[in-house]
Every structure is written in structure tokens, then in C-alpha cells.
Nanobody, 115 residues
Framework: QVQLVESGGGLVQPGGSLRLSCAASGFTFSIYTMSWYRQAPGKERELVAH????????VYADSVKGRFTISRDNAKNTVDLQMNSLRPEDTAVYYC????????WGQGTQVTVSS
């Protein structure tokens, strides 16, 4: 069955960095657009970044441009999110997602930015 397993979340101080990873299985990873979303308490889930099937095209939310980088490895079926210069407002549960007509979701990983 389809599985998306996120890892790498945790507590970090403002200005710090974290790298999230998502390991995918159960579908043809290389033909799916892969995305990272996040949901903060009391807010709707929002797109953070996505990468096309080849990784050649990426899109970022304005709030993370220049700080976050999405990358994928189609040989390893993984997609990462490098997060630098983290801010308290980046605190959220981060979800990995795969889409190609239908969308799959991971279980999420908590990122907390606080001093």
C-alpha cells in the first residue's frame, strides 16, 4: 500500500535549521509531483513547496522563498525539505504529499521553532 513517512522534525531555536525527509513506497514515485504542506494550530493546511516529477520545476510559498529548499531523489524514492533561518511562525505539523490526479498524505512531523 501507499506509504509516505516523514522524519526530521523537532524543536529548534529561531534562526536555526532542520531537514525534513519523506520516504515513499507503494506507488511509482518518479511520476508523481511531490509536495510539502504544513498546518499550524487553528489554521488551514497550506502548501510550502512542491517539486515536479523530475525535480526540474519547484514552487515555493512566498513565506518560505529563499529559506526553504525542496529536493527529491527518484532513485531512492525520497523528498526532502531543507529549512533554514527558521522563524516562530514556521511552527506547524509538516506533511509530505504525492499527487497525480489523486493525492496521498503522510502522517506529518512536528516542527517547533521557539527559544
Amino acid at each position: 500500500q501507499v506509504q509516505l513517512v516523514e522524519s526530521g522534525g523537532g524543536l529548534v531555536q529561531p534562526g536555526g535549521s532542520l531537514r525534513l525527509s519523506c520516504a515513499a513506497s507503494g506507488f511509482t514515485f518518479s511520476i508523481y509531483t511531490m509536495s510539502w504542506y504544513r498546518q499550524a494550530p487553528g489554521k488551514e493546511r497550506e502548501l510550502v513547496a512542491h517539486a515536479s516529477s523530475t525535480g526540474g520545476s519547484t514552487v515555493y510559498a512566498d513565506s518560505v522563498k529563499g529559506r526553504f529548499t525542496i529536493s527529491r531523489d527518484n532513485a531512492k524514492n525520497t523528498v526532502d525539505l531543507q529549512m533554514n533561518s527558521l522563524r516562530p511562525e514556521d511552527t506547524a505539523v509538516y506533511y509530505c504529499s504525492a499527487a497525480r490526479g489523486i493525492r496521498f498524505w503522510g502522517q506529518g512531523t512536528q516542527v517547533t521553532v521557539s527559544s
